[in-house]
Nanobody, 121 residues
Framework: QVQLVESGGGLVQAGGSLRLSCAAS????????MHWYRQPPGKQRELVAT???????NYVDSVKGRFTISRDNAKNEVYLQMNNLKPDDTAVYYC???????????????WGQGTQVTVSS
């Protein structure tokens, strides 16, 4: 079994910063693409940022210049540094990853449980 566990959410004032972390553990060989999604209250889940094993990144336009995704392949961890936070960033943030299982061939997609980020004005 593979688990993704997020941490680092919380309440912050507008203009503040938070750093989210997500650790993959269990019977895995390694992670391929890793993503951060978010779901604001009453809205659909959206893709926020993606990072490849070679550190190529992609961001939704609304967070460009404010958020930075990074990863540690040795630890199978992914991070999201969020700066200059705005009330519109309030959401549950989810980690998502394509994971190679122990055989090195089987690729499966996993979700974390989510972590709440609340930005007050």
């Amino acid at each position: 079994q593979v688990q993704l566990v997020e941490s680092g959410g919380g309440l912050v004032q507008a203009g503040g910063s938070l750093r989210l972390s997500c650790a993959a553990s269990g019977s895995l060989f390694g992670a391929n693409l890793m993503h951060w999604y978010r779901q604001p209250p009453g809205k659909q889940r959206e893709l926020v940022a993606t990072i490849s094993r070679s550190d190529r990144t992609n961001y939704v336009d609304s967070v460009k210049g404010r958020f930075t995704i990074s990863r540690d392949n040795a630890k199978n961890e992914v991070y999201l540094q969020m700066n200059n936070l705005k009330p519109d960033d309030t959401a549950v943030y989810y980690c998502n990853a394509d994971i190679f299982l122990n055989d090195g061939l089987t690729l499966r997609n996993y979700w974390g449980q989510g972590t709440q980020v609340t930005v007050s004005s």
